[in-house]
Structures are given as C-alpha cells and as structure tokens.
C-alpha cells in the first residue's frame, strides 16, 4: 500500500488508533460491569434486609430439629427399657435365645420370616409368638406349620386357612403358644 505519509508519521497514527481502540473497549467493558452492577443492586439489598430474618429462622428450625431428635431418641430408649424390663421378667430356666434358635431350627427350606413377636401371657412360663413372613410355595407352608406343631414347645399352632389360597409366593401371618 501506498502512502504520502512519511513512515514515523504512519507508525504514530497506527500508534494513536490502537490507544484509542483500548479505550474505547475498556469503556464499553467498563459500562457493561457498571450496568450488570446496576442490574444486581436490588437483589443484594433485598438478600442483606431479610438476612438477619432468615438467620433467625434457620436457628429456629435446627432447634426444633434437635428437639425433635432427642424426642425421638428418649422415646426409642423408653420403649428398649420396656422391652428389657418384659425379658427381664422371665425367671424360666430356657433363655428367649434359646426360644429363638428352637424357632429357627423349626424352619424349612422355603420359608422367610420377616417379623416375629413374641408377648408374654399372664401365666407364667407361656407366651404368644406372632410370625409373619414368606413362603415360595403352599407345601413349604405346610411344612413349616407341621414342624412347629411337631415341636413340644409350641401349642395351638395356627395358620389361617387364607395364607394357602396362593400356590407361590405367599405372604402368611401366623400364632401359637410357645411354654418352656
């Protein structure tokens, strides 16, 4: 390209456009903060006003929560106390562990106990025992109710006529007496 402009001349305008141009940018970018800034300054002062509301909110909450939580654990203890206490009680010679192994030996391939409970009777020595669980089929069922029957430590060994109206995969609840 061809000038009539000496080169120190040429070299000073090309100088002076590109300051111009860093000016002109760091003022657009300048304006853009300024305006973003703009833009946010509502939103912070709201955040700063309800701050010290929401502060005592969250504290009221994490009391409430912590309040709630040692309820909770008091009343879990309460009921372990109960049930130690009902245990406790028991001046058998055969331990309720031992109860529980003879329980699970009466078990047949087949069978799932999910719950069991065992309550004590008025008279000493005997308990009800409520078993609910699953069977994968009627004759796991059946055999299991036979070996508890068969067992001299259970009596009245119940099972609903319902519990065997499926063929697989049958949810049953049962009860009996369980002496030492």
């Not at 069991?116 to 059946?142: C, H, M, N, W």
């Not at 009245?156 to 369980?178: Q, R, T, Y």
Request: charged share 20%.
């Amino acid at each position: 390209m061809y000038s009539l402009l000496p080169e120190f001349h040429i070299r000073e305008l090309l100088k002076e456009y590109r300051a111009r141009l860093a000016i002109v940018t760091a003022c657009a970018f300048g304006g853009v903060v300024l305006f973003s800034l703009a833009l946010l300054l509502p939103a912070y002062v709201y955040i700063r006003a309800n701050r010290s509301e929401i502060m005592l909110e969250h504290a009221s909450l994490s009391a409430q929560r912590k309040d709630l939580g040692s309820q909770n654990l008091e009343q879990e203890l309460i009921h372990a106390n109960t049930v130690v206490r009902e245990f406790a009680e028991y001046e058998h010679g055969e331990s309720m562990s031992s109860v529980i192994r003879s329980l699970r030996d009466s078990v047949v391939s087949g069978i799932k106990i999910e719950n069991f409970t065992i309550q004590p009777l008025p008279d000493k020595g005997e308990y009800t025992i409520v078993l609910s669980g699953s069977a994968d089929t009627r004759e796991s069922l059946v055999n299991f109710t036979e070996s508890l029957s068969d067992n001299p430590n259970y009596s009245s060994v119940g099972l609903p006529i319902s519990n065997l109206a499926k063929s697989s995969n049958i949810k049953f609840s049962m009860s009996f007496k369980a002496t030492q």
